[in-house]
């Protein structure tokens, strides 16, 4: 048996943030992920002005900035023209701006982080059950063959091994959508609103005109988003609704263009990453209990446009890092983690556009629960880029139209 701590269950960009932020404060810690290899693509590309503060706290700041891309405007639009800028700048900070990357970048950053701190993160080992007794969490994990691990496949179905047991005092779970630690909790993973779908493309194109902006388009009937990963390269997320089962091409993303951006200056020259996928809309009904809490597409999901589930995921991380780390050390009671209970549920009932407090701005009722998710912050950064939305800068929504593409 294998005694620490922590442990973080879920070895992608969420868990090993965890196992960073644990760490850093003194706090002995292990990562376990039923995977193998980290994953290239992935539909959240950038990260939040007040993620950026939080890597800054553990010294990452320099070596991100080395891999991503800056923007620093992100422009509200119909679907005739482009409309008003929100500069970033006014979220404040050390950070007023949005990184773009890709995931495998990112994992590899936070991989060295810990490889440098010491932590082990044990690859290719599936959790099988986790249960509480005696004041602490036994977590067994099977080993499993490079390459065997499929997606809601058990390991039982695969060849035996020996099982690891590791006994732990507290559990991060981010281990993703089909999270074994929800199950284990009993925890419900409530639909908020309807799901959606979305074609994703990235491509390449002469984007130096456009690499520090980013444009979320409200349409009559859909929602639209361009993210600039580089001054060549550049994704295009489209709300669809038919051909799933296809892959986009080319032609598509220039029609959708035509249809939803005409005033868009660049164009598409070639197609790298490109994928269809629904999307549902959930939250969690609680985000944990006593020893063992969630963190990430463990606790919610939600559209890709604002990358608002990993960068709140992060945000949760270093909470509950800064919680585990005071409850072990006994600095604090169990109502700190009440606290934390209550103000997730709050921000998330907002990005999900369920709560009824009042926004700044022009934004209420439709507006808020279609953008507030689409734009790169939460919280008080969230206040402040709505606040730049004034009555006079609104964009009209042209009629509804009867055509669906894609």
Known sequence: MKDMEAC??????IGLFAAACLQDRGVEVGVIDAEWERPVRSYACGLHPETLRQFDRLGLMPALQEVAHRVDRVFVCDERKRGPAI????????FPHVLTLRQSDLQDLLAQRLAQLGVEVSLGQEVQTISVGQGAIHCVSMPQQRGSHVPGKRASALPPAD???RRAEYVIAADGFDSVCRRALGIELVEAR?????????????????????????????????WPLGPTLGRWTFQVWEQLDENPSLEALQQLLGERAPWFRARPEQLGWVTTSSFERRIVSRFGSNRLWLAGDAAHVTSPIGFQSMNRGFVEASELAELVSHRLRGDTDARGFQRFEREQQREWRRLLGLGTAPLP???SGTDQARLAPCLPASGADLDALLAELSPAQRPHAPAASSQRTI
């Open 8 to 13: 973080v269950v879920g070895g992608g960009p």
């Open 87 to 94: 500069d970033l700048s006014v979220v404040g900070g050390p």
């Open 163 to 165: 099982a690891i047991v």
């Open 194 to 226: 309807q799901s959606e779908a979305f074609a994703i493309f990235e491509f390449e194109a002469d984007l130096a005109e456009l690499q520090h902006e980013a444009y979320v388009v409200l349409g009559a009937d859909s929602t639209s988003a361009f």
């Open 361 to 363: 701005g022009w934004l």
